[in-house]
């Protein structure tokens, strides 16, 4: 006998509801709905069919799927710390166009930022049908997936990656480029590199762009200095190297916000005005950057579109396409912690 919430209990759409509604076949809305439909149905039909599907409420059998096509339809994205805002960013983006494919994005951080990471499934491969990976956690990588796994790294030397992995990258040289023109533009030719200390392409990018913008500047001078990319790190650096014997720097360059502020710190410590005794920037425009004063010169780096360019790279590389490995352009935003320099 059965109850009466039994035959009240709403009837789950099936696909044949949906092909049915939408006055195509089963196979059409399978096509369409597992984003297989370009040059098999037409645009209409697709809209028709992911309309009938919303209108309805329409879920697919995500399980039964995954049997069918041998995948999971998950992605594993590796970054080197849940903290990082603009890890944040970009995996939100990647999120977005996972979700608009059916796929799930599993988010891990690479224990300490950098270096091996213990497999966080029984089997990688058997729970992942690929892993997009930020450089800076690159070592992580090797872990989970050993050469099993469809590969897309983020802000990677493409030059250094294994055969068959697809890289999506940022303009980070044409970034620091821009950092290093805008402040010649201004007079500035002392220069501190405060640079981050984390073995990584991305940051030996930033350091080969600025010495190659300076190369043939007469009376340029960089002094380099590292590290560790936290703010109270890089006050203590920043403070070292500006108290150091020579002419003090007039230009402080930044390879993150963070290692901006404590840059900021340092100078105040020293009694040292912002942008009138030095002139600092940053890179990766994050909340940082406004939360000060004054406001940071910095490079605004479209980290969600990122994010969404590197799953797309995935879901391409997994469907046997060409991804789209053109790299991102990025922004110089200009504000008020660069001036000309006094001296």
Not at 244 to 254: E, S
């Amino acid at each position: 006998m059965t109850t009466g919430s039994d035959e009240t209990a709403p009837t789950r759409p099936t696909s044949r509801d949906v092909a049915r509604a939408a006055g195509v076949s089963q196979a059409a809305v399978s096509l369409v709905l597992g984003d297989k439909w370009r040059g098999r149905v037409a645009e209409t039909t697709a809209e028709r069919v992911r309309t009938a599907a919303r209108d309805l409420g329409y879920r697919p059998n995500l399980a039964a799927r995954s049997l069918r096509l041998g995948r999971t339809r998950t992605a594993l994205l590796v970054v080197p710390a849940l903290t990082n805002e603009f890890f944040a960013h970009v995996y939100t983006g990647a999120a977005r166009v996972a979700a608009q494919h059916g796929f799930g994005v599993v988010l891990y951080p690479s224990p300490d930022g950098i270096g091996p990471a213990r497999d966080p499934f029984a089997s990688a491969p058997a729970a992942l049908d690929g892993v997009l990976a930020s450089s800076m956690a690159s070592d992580a990588v090797t872990a989970l997936r050993g050469d099993a796994l469809p590969l897309v790294m983020l802000d990677s030397d493409p030059e250094r990656t294994a055969p068959g992995t697809a890289t999506v990258n940022l303009d980070i040289a044409d970034g620091m480029g821009q950092v290093t023109d805008h402040l010649l533009a201004l007079g500035h030719r002392r220069f501190l590199h405060l640079a981050s200390a984390v073995p990584s392409w991305t940051f030996d990018v930033r350091a080969h762009e600025l010495a190659a913008r300076t190369a043939h500047i007469p009376g340029a001078d960089i002094r380099t200095t590292r590290s560790a990319l936290t703010v109270e790190a890089a006050r203590t650096a920043a403070h070292a190297a500006l108290t150091a014997p020579g002419p003090r720097p007039t230009g402080i360059v930044c390879d993150d916000d963070k290692l901006a502020t404590g840059a900021y710190k340092a100078a105040r410590a020293l009694g040292l005005r912002i942008p009138d005794d030095v002139s600092v920037t940053g890179f990766d425009d994050l909340s940082l950057a406004t939360a000060v004063e004054p406001e940071l010169t910095t490079v605004r780096l479209p980290a969600e579109l990122f994010g969404e360019r590197g799953m797309a790279a995935l879901l391409a590389v997994l469907d046997g396409r060409t991804p789209n490995t053109t790299a991102l352009p990025v922004e110089l935003v200009v504000r008020g912690s660069t001036a000309t320099p006094a001296h």
